[in-house]
C-alpha cells in the first residue's frame, strides 16, 4: 500500500502548481482520495477529494473555483491542479486514500503519501 506525492514547488501569487498523487494499484482500485494540507504550526486540513470513479468532487470552501481534483484510474494517478495560488495557501501537501467514498478527516484516511512542499510568495 503505497503513495507517492509530487509536484510541489515554489512559485509566486498569483501562479499554478499541478500535484500528482501515484498510487499502487492495489491502493487505488475502489478508493476514493484526498488532497490535505498542513501549513507550519497548524492541523492538516483537507482541501480537495474525489470519488473512486471521478464522479463526485469535494472542495474546501477557500480553494474552490482555484483547485480541480481529477483523477486517471489507469494510471493509477491522482492530480490536484492549483491555479491563483495565494500565499496562504503554502503548506506540505499529501495525498491520501481510504476504501470508501469521499471523507474530510484525516483519521477517515488509512492509507498516506509523504508530502510536497508548496510554497507561495507575494
Known amino acids: 500500500v503505497q503513495l507517492q506525492a509530487s509536484g510541489g514547488g515554489s512559485v509566486q501569487a498569483g501562479g499554478s502548481l499541478r500535484l500528482s498523487c501515484v498510487a499502487s494499484r492495489r491502493t487505488f482500485t475502489n478508493n476514493g482520495v484526498g488532497w490535505f494540507r498542513q501549513a507550519p504550526g497548524k492541523e492538516r486540513e483537507f482541501v480537495a477529494g474525489?470519488?473512486?470513479?471521478?464522479?463526485?468532487?469535494l472542495y474546501k470552501e477557500s480553494v474552490k473555483g482555484r483547485f480541480t481534483i481529477s483523477r486517471d484510474n489507469g494510471k493509477s494517478m491522482v492530480y490536484l491542479q492549483m491555479n491563483s495560488l495565494k500565499p496562504e495557501d503554502t503548506a506540505v501537501y499529501y495525498c491520501?486514500?481510504?476504501?470508501?467514498?469521499?471523507?474530510?478527516?484525516?483519521?477517515?484516511?488509512?492509507?498516506w503519501g509523504q508530502g510536497t512542499q508548496v510554497t507561495v510568495s507575494s
Open positions: 474525489i470519488s473512486w470513479n471521478g464522479g463526485s468532487t
Open positions: 491520501a486514500a481510504r476504501r470508501a467514498s469521499i471523507a474530510t478527516m484525516t483519521e477517515d484516511y488509512a492509507y
